[in-house]
């Protein structure tokens, strides 16, 4: 499987023995079951075998399959790019004539020919650092972002919500006519406000949880394409 348009691969399709994990010294009980579901993730096994930095490039595949959204020449913004896995997707799908600029809290490794960013999205200048990288305006805007959990699913839908509504702000301002935005939510109700704002800016919204999306997680992807940009066309 390569990241190349021609559909998301599924790994998992066989039966695999599972492998279990058992509590060392030193390790908690959540500790042991995270590394217990990371060892029989087959998703985790498929993206080290085919070079991909997180299991997530998987979801940003199946949602380029469904929704097309990159393409040769395209330029593209990845808020919350560590590690990279959504970058990877990105370069191989917009080609040499394209240019992909990630940001994240933390440092990423190179890949590429992608401009990568360490910084905080929220700060004031962080927006203007991703426009001036990008050299004018976007085709697509993506959010994985999230804040750490707080183990409370109240508050940690309402964290990564407001979260989703900065990455839309942003988006409004740097895409082109026609462009589109997609964004990591959780499911829980509170983002009627930011569907809203998405109904009023683009032709399409529409709510998208990829196959590779742990089952028992609450993360969902509201995707929106179709950009009606009323200040009509920028550099």
């Known amino acids: ?52 930095r997180s299991r997530a490039a998987f979801k940003l595949a199946e949602i380029d399959d469904k929704f097309h959204l990159l393409g040769p020449g395209k330029r593209v913004v990845d808020l919350g790019a560590a590690p990279g896995g959504w970058v990877q997707v990105a370069l191989a799908r917009v080609g040499p004539s394209g240019r992909v600029v990630g940001l994240d809290l933390a440092a990423i490794e190179p890949i590429g020919d992608a401009i990568l960013l360490a910084g905080d999205f929220l700060d004031e200048g962080a927006p203007e650092r991703l426009r001036d990288a990008l050299g004018g305006s976007a085709d697509v805007v993506l959010s994985d972002m999230a804040a750490p959990s707080t183990g409370h699913a109240r508050t940690d839908h309402l964290r990564i919500v407001a979260l989703a509504e900065a990455a839309l702000a942003f988006a409004l301002e740097i895409l082109v006519p026609g462009g589109a935005f997609v964004a990591k939510v959780r499911q829980g109700g509170s983002e009627h406000a930011l569907l809203q ?34 200040t009509g066309p920028r550099s």
């Not at 058992?22 to 080290?48: C, I, M």
């Not at 949880?209 to 995707?223: D, G, T």
Request: glycine share 6%; net charge positive.
């Open 1 to 52: 499987m390569t990241a190349d348009r021609g559909g998301a691969h599924r790994p998992g399709a066989s039966r695999q023995r599972k492998t279990r994990v058992r509590t060392a010294k030193g390790r908690t009980t959540s500790s042991t079951r995270w590394l217990q579901r990371q060892l029989n993730d087959p998703y985790v096994a498929e993206a080290r075998r085919h070079g991909y």
């Open 197 to 230: 704002a998405m109904r009023r800016s683009f032709q399409r919204v529409s709510h998208f949880k990829p196959r590779s999306s742990r089952k028992e997680s609450a993360e969902l992807y509201v995707v929106a394409t179709g950009f009606r940009d009323a």
